[in-house]
């Protein structure tokens, strides 16, 4: 089992990993490029309370430690700081290492999102993506366990007027080696 200095250090990482995801919209007929400031994610440990991380900071070990178990909860939050109106806003957002997605935590604050998630590290997405695999020499077509999710995806069909924000989240566990 990994230590927990290099727990936090992947959680570290993780968030990292989710900030350089992606963020598209259009305005318009032209893409524009992300703009930073307008997303914001935050990672919030539900389990950093318990008494395992408790007892880190007992010993004088960083509480915020993300262990083995632990679930978390990201909160995105975009807001369009342009004049104009944007649509096709769009969240990609990649799973850090050893995350696993918990089943159907997806949600967002407006009805015309769309979740979708990949299990091919982002090349295709589907509301409920599929695998196939042999049984009793046929081959069955069936959900994708959600522990195989790479990626979630946010769609926005509608457009979104300048100063309103978008916020989207889901739930992840930590499990590294699984």
Sequence with gaps: MKSPDTLNAIARLGTLTV????????????QLPAQP???VLVAHNLMA????HRALARHGRDSSTVLAGDLLRYDLRFTNLLRDSV???TFDNPLPP????????????????????????????????????????????????????????????????????????????????H
């Design 19 to 30: 900030l350089l995801g992606s963020l598209t919209w259009v305005t318009g007929q032209a």
């Design 37 to 39: 400031q307008a997303l």
């Design 49 to 52: 309370g318990d008494s395992a």
């Design 87 to 89: 649509q096709r806003v």
């Design 98 to 177: 050893g995350m696993h997605y918990v089943a159907q935590s997806a949600g967002a604050n407006r009805r015309d999102a769309v979740v979708e998630f990949s299990i091919d590290g982002g090349r295709t997405y589907s509301a409920k993506p599929m695998i196939e695999r042999e049984v009793n020499g046929h081959r069955i077509r069936e959900p994708a366990p959600e522990d195989s999710y790479t990626h979630v995806r946010w769609r926005i069909a509608g457009w979104v007027q300048p100063g309103v924000q978008v916020t989207a989240q889901f739930r992840a566990r930590y499990n590294p080696g």
